[in-house]
């Protein structure tokens, strides 16, 4: 693994908040722009404060930045040397390690399993990645069209990075599903998850795909079992049901129990394998192969956005900027992603793995614990359903939250309606424009609980049209986005430390469960013995 | 509307922070329990932090309290007389107002839609209440009898109070879902949300519940109208599919247009409505009207405990205390709701409703701005997903998120499978309690990587099963505890002023784009072409 130019942009930068940016910044944040004043929100610093690329306007004239203030992001984000982080990335480089202790010590290629098209990467790493997943795709579209009809429902068995994103990008494309295939997912170690679709799937015409990148996940693994047992009950050959989307080498590499296998590798992290084939296989199969591949062609087209070296231009850097602003000078403590589309409803919830996975981290590369915050909580309902659920405290809470608002200028669905004037998709603009002017600007009332007091930021994401080609480009917007953050932040966004205490504690729970069963002695666990004795007793 | 009561209450009691107890639980807060110490939670804490009422289980050992600091909430809830209020509420005291200003002025009565039980409630405005509800339990009885089996699906076009709640409690029913009943739910105003349903619903087997309290939700009007026409596009007639939910004598109070009316009144908030018709049309067409009743009794027993006089055995008295501990003197800013339970997953979605709009407010009775927080964010998903997605932030993230979780002691269905010594209920309840152990006591490890800080803390109910029972009863808890942090925090938890600016703007909004379509003039606002413009040119 090639780790140079990665390590002397590592020992060469200043720690974030040893950047002089950092003190210009903490300075400028004790008086940030009053959004509420009669000039300060203008038609022109709307127009203004934009970029544009892979078919996205973003928008931040609702943000309380001002042109000082971002010419200090940006040259914090020279001092962190962002960008140059950003192409070691993409090239392959080791970007994933701790300093100085054991860590996973690899490369986070996510971009080459869609480094498919032209400008490609050319360094041996990501070259390998791109020329691997170049072959799963010829075999994704040969296993497509050797099933053909042949089944009509999926079963989606995995969880956390092996279902959220896919699962929230497959419902996305609801409008390009093929008519007559349902999709079924199961996560959950939760019983009750196999049961709902054990009661309502048809077996004999589901195609079974199991995904876990370590091919030992528990709750997979134990759902797949459950599964499998189904089938042998109704006397039907798992072999072919099952599909394997897996490490090569991993328990699950195995064409004697999967009709096929296909392949990720170590250095696609979970939560960024979408576009691999963890998405390709769902998304394939409900929606066909081409879409998946435009999915594919949006992603990269905003891999490339993510390397433009002018900040202003660079979206997902610019994005990152504005986060920090908001979490480390503002000290807002979460973000609200609220797409104005029906179609994104899960996309929130992918995120929240994406981003506070990757930057929920309280120790830096060098493993010292952060003075500073680093990854923000992350939440989120599509508008205008939210603005009748939680915008009565983004209007009038005593927390400020910044949102994210995404727009589209058409509906993904040919179906619209006048009424009252205007059709649907001009109401949900609307709603998403009043409310970022609301949120800002705010309005004074005599009546103390009528008074809305602005100063409330949000930034905006606007397309043409919810496509498989711009939903890879968002995707890819926030996957660099969250990058760009942990490389100012200087922590590894790479790596997952943090759940493994639980996994750990959970076995030894698991075991007296298992020996108060077996009658077998196993290692005293007094505290969880103690909730197993509460729980029995409710 | 009796208001005596109250009044003397409002007049007697002092402010949240000019309590005695405020001061004490500041001074308390600044060494909190520290939960990584060797005997700091024990079996016995664990066995003595709980309480029990209504089929749940409430522990709060792994809370960062001591009997001292647990002594010192209930004396803030004696001081800010939460007890009086929770009973002022139920009788049907006007506890909707501000002091001072305009305001609705009216009850919070939704525990009367469910005080169908022994123990009802005598006051006058609570047992008018009452007996309305049981009016309309009897036409619900009577209009499932009558349409039989004559409809097998159901579009529910409602949003914010109108739907969330609803939804989430009905999907908690999955293995009480009448076989071959289908429900489609539309709330937004994006047109690909009624698109979706028309692509798939048969309109002619469809019956259509309309929601709203009003009877003008732009939203839920622009939907009817929609759908309204897609069923004369079909030669159907609207009439025999479609029945109302709202308020006597709105605009939707029509029987010339519905086949049936259904009533809530003005004292059921829209997020507190579930236990009205608006979650009961849905639930008894879906699951049963056995079922919906069985939902009603559970909260109402829940809304018994309410009443408890003593704090320690009141659960959402407990609940609300903890929380404001957690919030007003650990200052954390967010709380998670975690379900071990795949039904509950759009549970915390509607708790964001219930919380967020009724405690998210920066304005006290009196109508003065809160010197402190008010209402936290509330977030979550189900647990062991949660684990895979953002649990990496809930261990080592910069910010503490106090973590609620729900778990049960058998699966809502029958089906359950053993895998390596342990079926899958066991699994789920292992890795709840290993969360909450991990998250309370940390970890030491010389990796900084692999260290984890621990003080954590969590709360969990746990009940036997979820039944439309205990659903019931957690939703009473929630609907509680979220009033008594209101009552002690000095707030109107029964309002939504916030939501007033949004809506004015979008129809300034949404008159350029029909001033755009028709020609005509309209009144100037510049900001929101500014924005339409860019869309435009998107």
Redesign the interface.
């Given at each position: 693994m090639d780790h140079a130019a990665w390590q002397s942009i590592f020992l060469e930068t200043p720690a974030f908040d040893a950047t002089g940016a950092y003190n210009a910044l903490l300075a400028l944040a004790t008086q940030p722009l009053d959004m509420t004043q009669d000039e300060a929100?203008?038609?022109e610093r709307?127009?203004n404060y934009?970029a544009?690329g892979a078919?996205?306007?973003f928008?931040y004239g609702f943000e309380r930045v001002t042109d000082k203030c971002l010419s200090e992001l940006f040259t914090l984000a020279k001092e962190r040397k962002a960008l140059e982080q950003m192409e070691c990335m993409q090239k392959g480089e080791m970007v994933n390690f701790?300093a100085g202790?054991?860590?996973e010590r690899r490369a986070a290629l996510h971009t080459g399993t869609r480094d498919l098209f032209d400008n490609f990467q050319t360094a041996e790493a990501a070259a390998g990645c791109r020329e691997a997943s170049l072959r799963e795709h010829e075999k994704l579209k040969k296993f497509l069209s050797e099933i053909g009809d042949q089944f009509n429902e999926m079963i989606f068995v995995g969880?956390?990075?092996s279902?959220?994103g896919p699962r929230a990008l497959f419902q996305s494309l609801?409008?390009y599903t093929k008519k007559n295939r349902k999709v079924y997912f199961i996560?959950?170690?939760?019983?009750?998850?196999?049961?709902?679709v054990?009661?309502t799937a048809d077996l004999s015409k589901a195609l079974v795909v199991v995904i876990s990148k370590s091919g030992t996940t528990?709750?997979t693994?134990?759902?797949e079992?459950?599964l499998r047992?189904a089938y042998v009950d109704k006397k039907l050959d798992p072999k072919a049901h099952f599909v394997a989307v897996t490490q090569p080498k991993t328990p699950m590499d195995n064409h004697e129990r999967y009709r096929e296998c296909f392949y990720l590798w170590d250095y696609i992290g979970?939560r960024y394998s979408s576009t691999s084939m963890v998405g390709g296989v769902l998304i394939g199969f409900m929606c066909g192969y081409e879409h998946f591949y435009e999915l594919c062609r949006g992603a990269h087209d905003m891999d490339q956005v993510a390397l433009r070296k002018d900040e202003k231009h660079n979206l997902p850097l610019l994005g990152a900027l504005i986060g920090i602003w908001n979490r480390n000078f503002l000290h807002y403590?979460?973000v609200a992603v609220i797409p104005?589309?029906?179609?994104l409803q899960r996309f929130p919830?992918h995120l929240?793995?994406c981003d506070?996975?990757?930057?929920?981290?309280?120790?830096d590369r060098r493993?010292?614990?952060?003075k500073?915050?680093?990854?923000?909580?992350?939440?989120g309902?599509?508008?205008?359903?939210a603005?009748?659920?939680?915008?009565?405290?983004?209007?009038?809470?005593?927390?400020i939250?910044p949102l994210e608002m995404i727009?589209f200028?058409q509906?993904?669905?040919?179906?619209?309606?006048e009424?009252?004037?205007?059709?649907?998709?001009?109401?949900?603009?609307?709603?998403l424009?009043?409310?970022?002017?609301?949120l800002a600007k705010?309005?004074k009332n005599p009546?103390?609980?009528?008074?809305?007091?602005g100063n409330r930021p949000c930034s905006m994401l606007?397309?043409?049209k919810l496509t498989p080609y711009s939903l890879g480009a968002l995707l890819a917007y926030y996957e660099h986005k969250i990058a760009f953050q942990g490389f100012i932040w200087g922590i590894?966004s790479f790596?997952?430390?943090?759940?493994?205490?639980?996994?750990?504690?959970?076995?030894?729970?698991?075991?007296?469960?298992?020996a108060s069963?077996?009658g077998e002695a196993t290692e005293p666990f007094?505290?969880?013995?103690?909730?197993?004795d509460?729980?029995?007793?409710?």
């Open positions: 929100i203008t038609p709307l127009a934009k544009q078919g996205y306007t928008l701790i202790f054991e860590s969880i956390g990075g279902e959220l609801g409008f996560g959950n170690v939760d019983p009750d998850d196999v049961g709902q054990l009661e528990l709750e693994a134990t759902n079992e459950f047992k979970g403590p979460t104005y589309s029906r179609m919830a929240q793995q506070m996975e990757s930057n929920g981290k309280r120790i493993a010292s614990a952060t500073f915050q680093t990854g923000p909580i992350i939440w309902e599509p508008g205008t359903n603005q009748h659920s939680f915008f009565q405290l983004i209007h009038q809470g005593t927390n939250v727009g200028l509906s993904q669905g040919d179906h619209d309606f009424f009252k004037g205007t059709n649907s998709q001009e109401k949900l603009l609307s709603n424009f009043a409310q970022a002017i609301a705010g309005q009546n103390p609980n009528k008074l809305f007091p606007l397309a043409r590894n790596d997952q430390e943090g759940v493994q205490l639980g996994k750990q504690l959970a076995d030894k729970t698991c075991n007296l469960f298992a069963r077996s007094p505290l969880g013995q103690a909730l197993i509460i729980i029995e007793a409710v």
